[in-house]
């Protein structure tokens, strides 16, 4: 919210300062279009992801009001309180939605065939298994992995970076640290971890949105020895990889 905000804020001062050096410019039609849809565009592409539905007259007309200087139905820090009151009446319903989908989500993958749930609520499904070592909650382990939203949306992949990862398992989120200890080396699982063991109802920037439910395919390749000097590093507070 506070990026979209800013945004706007942007724009308006991008108007109010350069509102005439763009019109003397852009005198040709063609090229007044040109910067007129692509001022648009920019702007749209953020105020889509409110999930806010707009009246485009009264947008128009309170558009050309600020870029003209006209005697505006609000002062702007008014208008700043209803934008700001309309964000946060979207964010919970698009939340409460988010919510109800998962739940549906998970109550349903919970029962396909081949599909475990822990104590937790962690969800998971065997793809290969052998009898390698397993790892501690405190190891380094070295994998493969991508991750997905329930959509299918790939939103981080070491085989396409062609890389596997190495990290800490006290380093993650609660779903990757359970879900890490019950694999053995050599094996390939697939974890379904429900938002209350990832990222909340905060999600994770504009990757994860709130109560998501994330699906991460992973191979243990390797559990390595952590230096003296790594093991006093994870004893200080940090963030968490995942």
Do not use: H
């Not at 992995?145 to 790939?154: A, Q, W």
């Amino acid at each position: 919210m506070k990026k979209i905000i800013a945004a706007l804020c942007l724009f308006a001062a991008a108007f109010s300062l350069y509102g005439k050096p763009i019109a003397e410019e852009a005198d040709r039609p063609d090229e007044k279009q040109n910067v007129s849809y692509a001022f648009g565009l920019v702007l749209g592409s953020d105020l889509r992801q409110t999930g806010l539905e707009f009246d485009y007259d009264a947008f128009t007309e309170g558009f050309r009001t600020s870029v003209e200087g006209q005697e505006p139905r609000y002062t702007f820090d008014e208008a700043v309180q209803v934008v700001q009151a309309a964000f946060q009446a979207s964010m919970a319903r698009q939340a409460e939605e988010n919510r109800a989908r998962e739940a549906k989500y998970l109550t349903e993958n919970g029962k396909r065939d081949g599909v475990s749930t822990t104590a937790s609520g962690l969800q998971y499904e065997v793809i290969s298994a052998g009898e390698g070592e397993k790892p501690s909650e405190m190891a380094l382990v070295r994998v493969n992995y991508e991750g997905t939203l329930t959509d299918g949306t790939v939103f981080d992949s070491t085989w396409e970076r062609n890389e596997s990862a190495e990290f800490p398992l006290d380093r993650v989120i609660p779903g990757w640290q359970e879900g890490i200890q019950l694999m053995g080396v050599g094996d390939s699982y697939i974890f379904y971890i429900p938002s209350s063991l990832a990222y909340g109802e905060q999600g994770a920037g504009d990757v994860i949105p709130p109560f998501s439910t994330l699906i991460f395919k992973v191979e243990l390749l390797e559990i390595l020895e952590i230096p003296v000097q790594v093991q006093q590093e994870q004893g200080e507070e940090g963030e968490s990889i995942f």
